[in-house]
């Protein structure tokens, strides 16, 4: 099993439409974890840190779910300038030799058309 | 103003040869560090500093060098024993957090090609 697995998509939405990606974890004692955002051929972004049971900026929400070792983004009233990939992001958990390492998953396609 | 930066942004490198890429960072983070990109994957951790003068290898580090003298410089050196070094590389900083599990926002230089002819 991958340590962070999303679903690759791509997802191809309409301008104004909800579009929510889904990541699971596999390591129980992460405690930090965040969604990138990647521009084609650029640098990824920080686009949100995930805390205690989810957050909201703007148009962008995400969740946790620790039990269930699932994060999830949700975005309402896409943008063109939405079109991205959109990683999710897990710290290794405390202590060991994964301390202050991040995992990424491989990433989930969205275009946002007109 | 602040920022990480990366050169070169292109790099062609022939078989058999050692390039290093720059990595320098101005946020005065203490940890650093190396990933690559290839199509269609996620960032693989290459190498991490958290400390001038320490460093420790990460999921892919065969093949690949680095130091850190300086706080602001992590420099990654892809030696000739790297298999496949046709790559996006990306380095990154950050500090190093608070309390028991110590994972802070990681920021993003604008990367390097690599390109093996």
Redesign the interface.
Same mark, same amino acid.
């Given at each position: 099993r991958k340590e962070?697995e999303q679903d690759?998509g791509p997802f191809n939405v309409p301008e104004g439409a909800t579009v929510a990606f889904n990541c699971t974890y596999s390591n129980s004692a992460s405690?930090?974890f965040?969604w990138y955002r990647q521009d084609c051929?650029?640098?990824?972004?920080?686009l949100m840190?995930v805390y205690s049971s989810g957050n909201e900026d703007g148009r962008f929400t995400a969740q946790l779910n620790r039990a269930s070792q699932y994060i999830s983004l949700l975005i309402r009233d896409s943008k063109l300038s939405d079109s991205a990939t959109y990683?999710c992001v897990v710290?290794?958990?405390?202590?060991g030799?994964s301390?202050?390492?991040?995992t990424?998953?491989?990433?989930t396609i969205l275009t946002v058309h007109p | 103003d602040g920022g990480i930066t990366q050169s070169p942004k292109y790099l062609f490198r022939k078989e058999g040869q050692n390039v290093t890429l720059s990595c320098e960072q101005n946020l005065n983070h203490d940890?650093m560090y190396w990933?690559r990109q290839d199509p269609?994957?996620? &960032?693989?951790?290459i190498y991490?500093s958290?400390i001038v003068n320490d460093f420790?290898k *990460?999921d892919i580090a065969e093949g690949y060098s680095v130091s850190r003298e300086k706080k602001e410089s992590f420099p990654l050196t892809v030696t000739s024993a790297q298999k496949n070094p046709t790559a996006?590389y990306?380095c990154a900083s950050?500090t &190093?957090?608070q309390g028991?599990?110590?994972?802070?926002?990681?920021?993003?230089?604008? *990367?390097t090609?690599l390109t093996v002819l």
């Open positions: 962070v690759p405690q930090s965040f051929r650029k640098e990824p972004k920080l840190s990683l710290n290794g958990g405390a202590g030799t301390y202050g390492k991040l990424f998953g491989q990433g | 940890a990933y269609g994957q996620g &960032l693989r951790l991490y958290q420790q *990460g996006f990306l950050s &190093l957090g028991e599990f110590r994972t802070d926002t990681q920021y993003f230089g604008p *990367g090609r």
